[in-house]
């Protein structure tokens, strides 16, 4: 195991619930088993590189605020080998089985693109290595189309045909990182693929160029032989005012209208929901019932400010309805659960990166187990199945089986005087959730 730039910080160890010791597991055993399988390749937990090794602590009001070891080292390229070993360090210590990055997280750009896939290769040759030691691996790559200035109008819904060229190569070459470090999944989000004002836009010639641009990745993906699972990563506003990819519903829709369903799934993140006004669970379920849930961004937002606060999970009740999502879907390989959350400014310490995922390997560790015995024992599934019995008999029945149409159906509720129907029980359903909690 590396021990480089944490020495003071041993691999952290499971003491249970009754442990005070802030750099140890309290609830998350990764060999504990449940359903045959361990916790830590049910959950497959991820650490997210840009926010764990690239963040700051900068904010609009003041600069950044993170004491990180590797700073002091001013070679661009030396730092970002650094950066990488440090980030092995932190998943082994965690006992974390992957990463994720994007392409411009673990390597600093050039001034021409061949310069910057030069860097970026030799980046990526001193990740192998460290590979070669380690169980960690690539749990998604991806490009950042977002950050350089090139990117103000979006990337591939850009007005300037030269910006799609230049996208398009920068995914190519994260394409085959990805496939070369064994990644699992490729993960697309449109931070600026979307509008600020109509009145310059032409939407319909955007959402085409964006539908051309995935099915380029579709082709390329499988001239190059990778079969990681294509992802998309919804998100409502923010940067733009307008995102295409909206929320899961829209992702969904997109993808049908255009005939690339069948290689896309979603990249979910709580802090994303709730910015589109649903519930993380809502996103979950409506991924899972249409066979479309491939990974999530674990996280949450703070339900007083409007923007995306990236916070480490902590809250047990999204934790464990989330949980409940994912094991109602039969797991969530080859995707898994990615810590797309920093620590706060004011948690600067090199420590705090420890104390913050543990708190939500916890959370989520918990809410599993939660939600693992509330799919077992059936009581939501039960009231559910209850409430709609009237679908798999009688009339109902025929209206399942298309057996029926409008004239049909009048002549058979017009005559009757009362229309049976029972409570929803919503408070019941919700205060069994917490006895389970």
Known sequence: MINEFFKN??????????????????YYNPEEKIGGKS????????????????GS???????????????????????????MTA???????????????????????????????????????????????????????????????????GASTSPNADVFAYAAAQVKKALEITRELGGSNYVFWGGREG??????????????????????????????????????????????????DFDTATVYGFLKSHGLDE?????????????????????????????FLGSLDVNQGDYLLGWDTDQFPTNLYETTLAMYEVIKNGGIAPGGLNFDAKVRRGSFEPEDIFIAHIAGMDALARGFKTAYKMVEDRKLDNFIEERYASYREGIGKDIVEGKVGFKELEEYILDKEVVQYKSGRQELLEAIVNQYI
């Open 195 to 244: 509008y600020e004002t109509l009145l310059n836009t032409d939407m319909k010639l955007e959402l085409d160029n964006l539908a051309r641009f995935l099915r380029m990745a579709v082709d390329y993906a499988k001239e190059i032989g990778f079969t990681g699972q294509f992802l998309i990563e919804p998100k409502p506003k923010e940067p733009t005012k307008h995102q295409y």
């Open 263 to 291: 290689y896309f799934k979603v990249n979910i993140e709580m802090n994303h929901a709730t910015l589109a006004y649903h519930t993380f669970q809502h996103e979950l379920h409506f991924a899972r019932i249409n066979n």
């Open 87 to 153: 980030c092995f360090e932190i998943a082994e210590k965690l006992d974390m089985p992957f990463f994720c990055f994007h392409d411009r997280d673990i390597a600093p750009e050039g001034k021409t693109l061949r310069e910057s896939n030069k860097i970026l290769d030799e980046i990526v040759s001193h990740t192998a290595e460290l590979m070669r030691y380690s169980s960690v691996k690539l749990l998604w790559g991806t490009a950042n189309l977002f950050s350089n200035p090139r990117f103000v109008h």
């Open 9 to 26: 910080i041993d691999k952290i160890p499971y003491e249970g619930p009754g442990s005070d010791n802030p750099l140890a597991f309290k």
């Open 39 to 54: 916790l830590k390749e049910h959950l497959r937990f991820s650490l997210a590189y840009w926010h764990t090794l690239n």
């Open 57 to 83: 602590g900068q904010d609009p009001f003041g600069v950044g605020t993170m004491l990180r070891p590797w700073l002091s080292i001013s070679d661009p390229v030396e730092q970002a080998k650094a950066r």
